[in-house]
């Protein structure tokens, strides 16, 4: 197909990636020009000055940006996405934003004849990297998601639609909820292991083959005990994304006692400077950052 990618970040640039790679005519845009012509040079295909030009006769339009507000910048006006994209082509949005924008953004393109999915992704920069994520879609109308399912499975793991348009954007709202509260309890769990004077990495090496093992505990905990917090995704955008869950469940009246605390938590670390630190960084908060693990 003609896919058009705009935003080029650590996740959007191997996704793009994996699309040319599967025979794609691929299109990128990206608001730092350089990185989309670096990435033509690397991987073929053809860069554009604005989203609307990237858009231009594609059948489908990934993109993969910060915010909301960034979100409406590259699809809205004159130089935007829908300016470009003819009818019948699809939008889908990778970007971890808020349920409403999806709603929006569907309607939007409805009114023009365009079909939207709403599909944030899970697994990370080593996810996008190795064409391993796990996509969750919303989309109004299931042969619009049909069309675009080989696409996506072109950097996925799984891809599935899971309700009308929004649905995406609740699934990874659920995700980042999960993520938080398994990264603090291996936070404190690790913290008591080392304070104790147990070995952390022999200790997880037995925790993990039960019913404590996850993910996190798998590909973390050895960094998370040597301080070192360089790993994937940044605090700054859980931070976000949690802000976003916690909206959401205002709204719907939902309490979400382990998430608004650990998002406090997450506040802390910034101010430690962590910013930009890996959401592992929860244990730092616990313990002085030059502390060496015992045992």
Known sequence: MKVAFVGLGVMGNPMARHLAQKGHSVTVYNRTAAKANDWVAAHGGTSAATPREAAHNADIVMVCVGNDDDVRS???????????????????????????LARELSKACTDKGVGFIDAPVSGGQAGAENG???????????????????VLMGYAKICKRLGNAGSGQLAKMVNQICIAGVVQGLSEGLHLAMAAGLNPDELVEVISQGAAGSWQMVNRSKTMVRNEFNFGFAVEWMRKDLAICLEEAQRLGVDLPITAIVNDFYGEVMQMGGRRWDTSSLIARLRAPGDQPRG
């Open 74 to 100: 590259v699809v809205y006006g004159s130089d935007g996405v829908l300016a470009g994209i003819t009818k019948g082509g699809i939008v889908v949005d990778h970007t971890t934003a808020s349920a409403t």
């Open 132 to 150: 391993q994520l796990s996509v969750m879609c919303g989309a109004d109308d299931q042969q619009v998601f049909d069309r675009a399912y080989p």
